[in-house]
């Protein structure tokens, strides 16, 4: 449940309002210009209609410069931002050579393997000039090497299932799943919050999509229920299949999934649930097996698990997870494994030396040490933000806040204030977000020291302070308070 | 003073955003501070401020919910392409609260503008046309109506 102050919906839509105004009436004069000038495509039809990028040009590339900073080193827990600038006002912007360190929020890189480790990088190094960096064929031609399957026995072993299949890219692994198991006649029954990876399945799948309020299960009960007495859509004969699709942790809001009932639930009216654990893996839980491990729930009641490399890997690609049968048939249909390229050795690599860190199989004991840090810097980073004033998104133990800015123009500025003091945020706003909900994502890395975030939040308190978005009173420092009363003694 | 924002169901996030608090609210004001604006600028009778106002909310009413189609973004790849924002608010559930608010909006407004007028001539007839056609348009039987192909597609 996100709490705004009534004034500043208010003045939100009124800034949302006044853009969109600014925006139109740009357009109008540029129609006009337009017109006087003739253009040498007679009869192509416009690649874009009127209004569909009307977002885009009027107001995304107005803070353009918030978005899309390239960076010139690994994204460790400092790391290196090019400096850019503009001449036509944010339409183009080029890069100059400077570059600023910079303490890095935004990227997500839960346990610290994104920069050199001494554990993964020699191995990964190793495979580099074994096997080479593309495979350069598809898994069923030529691309399996005895990497690829040691990665899918220790995917199925670390998520403690029966079997896996991994993929090139996490986004294509929802997206080319999705259609292979629902096709029509089936009904996908979708988080309100579900990432754009899964809305695309989804819909490439042709089967009925439905979606329930997030994170409630006696909506989704709901929902199931109507769904299951009525019927395919005109025919109302009963569904194919029911599959249900939540995340681990969601994205946008650092919530942890009310995974144990939704799973009473489905068991209740026979749906399968498919879990895509794309932040959750690897960062939660105590041995880091994800959300299942952290919430209790027994990962043989969740029949899909699906997960990504890019975030606590520090690699690239996704896996699906499941019974040996569920494997074998994606194997056989799957155009994500007949026809795309195979994950590249290196990265392969990369996950299964990590994988083997966090559990400790190294002999080391890093991989504890990674996930209490990560823990307990969560804790520490959020708490002391919620005492300042902030509002702050997302459950205890999760890596992801989001600081709720609201306000249009507070986007911009909390961003760029944010760079010149030296911290990389990530600020996100609409489609991505609400419209009345934009925010800036923190997410915490186990990398990060005491140091790192006692900076950090000293130049988020100025800042916030600065654009105004500490929406809720401070608590007072009680430590100071009692001090003062011993002195009076 | 807080409100609680309650996440919607709806997909389509070109019009998910209006059935978030405060939309109302915003909408009354904008109105009112326009209002205050016409009449402070043009230096008119308050009753020629409230006709302007109505009229130009009649454009620009018609022309974003009832003329434009599809949504300013590309992400929802077309789906709502043939739709105006009246047609795709609530899933195109007809007669719900958002609904009935906004067709009761020009009516007072049409009740504003011609009392304040004393109901004289010329202004109550355009008043009369505007209040008309806004209202017909927001009709539950007008969903997806075109009439003589007018704003249809090719």
Redesign the interface.
């Known amino acids: 449940?996100?709490?705004?102050?009534?004034?500043t919906?208010?003045t939100?839509?009124?800034s949302y309002?006044l853009l969109f105004a600014f925006g139109q009436l740009r357009d109008f004069f540029r129609k006009i210009f337009d017109w006087c000038r003739a253009s040498n495509l007679q009869g192509y039809a416009p690649i874009?209609?009127g209004?569909?990028?009307?977002?885009?040009r009027r107001l995304y590339l107005r803070i353009q410069d918030c978005f899309g900073r390239p960076i010139a080193s690994a994204p460790d827990a400092w790391f290196d931002v090019v400096e850019r600038y503009s001449n036509d006002n944010n339409k183009t912007l080029k890069r100059t050579t400077k570059k600023s360190r910079c303490l890095n929020l935004g990227s997500y890189n839960y346990l610290g393997f994104a920069a050199s480790d001494e554990y993964c990088t020699p191995r990964a190094i190793k495979s580099l000039k074994r096997f080479s960096p593309s495979t350069c064929s598809a898994r069923v031609d030529g691309g399996t090497t005895t990497l690829h399957t040691e990665l899918e026995e220790c995917v199925a072993n670390f998520v403690q299932k029966p079997a896996a299949v991994v993929f090139g890219m996490g986004y294509v692994t929802n997206s080319a799943i999705l259609p292979v198991l629902m096709g029509k006649g089936g009904l996908i029954i979708s988080d309100?919050?579900n990432h754009?990876s899964i809305?695309n399945g989804a819909?490439g799948s042709g089967a009925t999509i439905r979606?329930?309020?997030?994170n409630t299960p006696s909506?989704l009960e709901k929902v199931l229920r109507e769904q299951i007495a009525d019927g395919q859509p005109r025919t109302h004969r009963p569904w194919k299949k029911i599959i249900v699709v939540v995340e681990g942790i969601y994205s946008m809001e650092g919530e942890l999934c009310k995974l144990p009932e939704i799973v009473a639930i489905c068991k209740k009216y026979k749906a399968y649930v498919y879990l895509d654990e794309a932040h959750s893996i690897g960062a939660v839980g105590k041995s880091g097996r994800g959300v299942c491990e952290l919430l209790g729930v027994d990962t043989a009641d969740v029949d899909i698990m699906m997960g990504t490399f890019t975030k606590s890997f520090g690699s690239c690609g996704g896996y699906i997870a499941g019974s040996k049968e569920l494997i074998q048939y994606l194997k056989y249909t799957c155009p994500a494994h007949l026809y795309a390229t195979s994950i590249s050795p290196p990265a392969a690599q990369q996950i299964i030396s990590s994988i083997k860190v966090i559990l400790g199989e190294d002999g080391t004991s890093r991989g504890a040490q990674k996930l209490a840090r990560i823990r307990e810097n969560s804790n520490f980073f959020r708490s002391e933000l919620q005492k300042m004033g902030f509002e702050v998104l997302g459950d205890n133990d999760s890596p992801v806040m989001p600081i709720m800015l609201y306000n249009p123009a507070k986007i911009p500025a909390f961003s760029r204030e944010c760079l010149k003091q030296n911290v990389a945020v990530v600020t996100v706003a609409?489609?991505a977000t609400?419209?009345?909900?934009a925010r800036a994502r923190i997410c915490i890395s186990a990398s990060h020291t005491k140091e790192d975030l006692v900076k950090a939040l000293e130049v988020i308190s100025r800042v916030g302070d600065l654009v105004g978005i500490k929406y809720f009173p401070a608590e007072p420092n009680k430590q100071q308070q009692e001090k003062g009363l011993i002195k009076v003694d | 003073?807080?409100?609680?924002?309650?996440?919607?169901?709806d997909?389509n996030?070109n019009t998910?955003?209006f059935t978030?608090?405060?939309?109302w609210?915003?909408y009354i004001?904008?109105l009112f501070f326009s209002w205050l604006i016409v009449l402070s600028v043009l230096n008119c009778s308050p009753g020629l401020a409230w006709t302007i106002v109505h009229l130009s909310h009649f454009l620009v009413t018609y022309h974003f919910f009832h003329w434009?189609?599809?949504?300013?973004?590309?992400?929802d790849?077309?789906i709502y392409?043939r739709l105006t924002w009246w047609e795709q608010i609530d899933s195109g559930k007809q007669l719900t609260r958002n609904r009935k608010f906004l067709t009761v909006v020009p009516v007072v407004l049409y009740l504003i503008a011609s009392h304040t007028t004393d109901y004289q001539h010329p202004m109550l007839f355009f008043n009369t046309l505007a209040v008309f056609v806004l209202v017909v348009a927001k009709f539950p039987h007008m969903h997806k109506v075109r009439i003589f192909g007018i704003n249809a597609d090719q």
């Open positions: 449940m996100i709490t705004i102050p009534y004034l919906a208010l939100t839509y009124f309002g874009c209609l209004l569909e990028d009307f977002y885009t309100s919050l754009n809305v819909r979606v329930f309020q997030h909506h609409f489609p609400p419209l009345l909900l | 003073m807080y409100v609680k924002a309650v996440r919607p169901t997909l996030r998910e955003w978030y608090p405060g939309v609210t915003t004001l904008i434009k189609k599809g949504t300013p973004f590309a992400d790849q077309g392409n």
